[in-house]
């Protein structure tokens, strides 16, 4: 047997690889999102507004800081000096070394805030605990573990 000519190993390695075909459609990630989705959302609003006396409130919590992205700090620490119903913006103030931004805010954004603000007595703070105290941060981060959903 004589050994291959050096013409033809520089051949077959010249001669391209037939590429892979990458699947055209998209493959769901095999963990589970670690985003809440809308209907993942109403269904805490819902178990919130039934849960304790201030179902409201935590249910208005929950939503604001799901449409906005906001900390359980940056919850707390909302103001009404923050909240501009008539042009519908939302002043929010980052945590974190984080940009401060203003955010517009929609209709049933609006309608919640302006029943939490006739409701609750007169304060600084827009979430407010029983004793007309600010809402702490562990209260804040909490929330969506208390309400049950069945």
């Known amino acids: 047997m004589s050994p291959p000519s050096l013409d033809s190993a520089t051949s077959a390695a010249s001669t391209p690889r037939p590429?892979?075909?990458?699947?055209r459609h998209f493959?769901?990630?095999?963990?589970?999102?670690a985003y809440l989705t809308p209907k993942?959302?109403?269904?805490?609003?819902?178990?919130?507004?039934e849960h304790g006396r201030y179902g409201h409130r935590d249910a208005t919590m929950i939503f604001i800081?799901?449409?906005?992205?906001?900390?359980?700090?940056e919850l707390c620490a909302l103001r009404?000096?923050?909240?501009?119903?008539a042009h519908r913006l939302l002043h929010v103030r980052r945590v974190?070394?984080?940009?401060?931004?203003v955010h517009p805010m929609g209709g049933s954004e609006i309608r919640d805030l302006r029943r939490l603000?006739?409701?609750?007595?007169?304060?600084?703070h827009v979430f407010l605990t029983e004793r007309a105290a600010p809402m702490t941060n562990e209260?804040?981060?909490i929330l969506p573990h208390r309400s049950d959903i069945d």
């Open 19 to 23: 590429r892979r075909q990458r699947p």
């Open 27 to 33: 493959r769901p990630s095999p963990t589970p999102t």
């Open 40 to 49: 993942e959302i109403e269904m805490l609003r819902k178990a919130a507004r």
């Open 65 to 73: 800081a799901y449409r906005h992205g906001l900390r359980p700090a």
């Open 80 to 85: 009404w000096d923050q909240v501009d119903l």
């Open 96 to 101: 974190k070394k984080g940009m401060p931004s």
């Open 117 to 124: 603000h006739r409701e609750q007595p007169e304060g600084r």
């Open 139 to 141: 209260t804040a981060a």
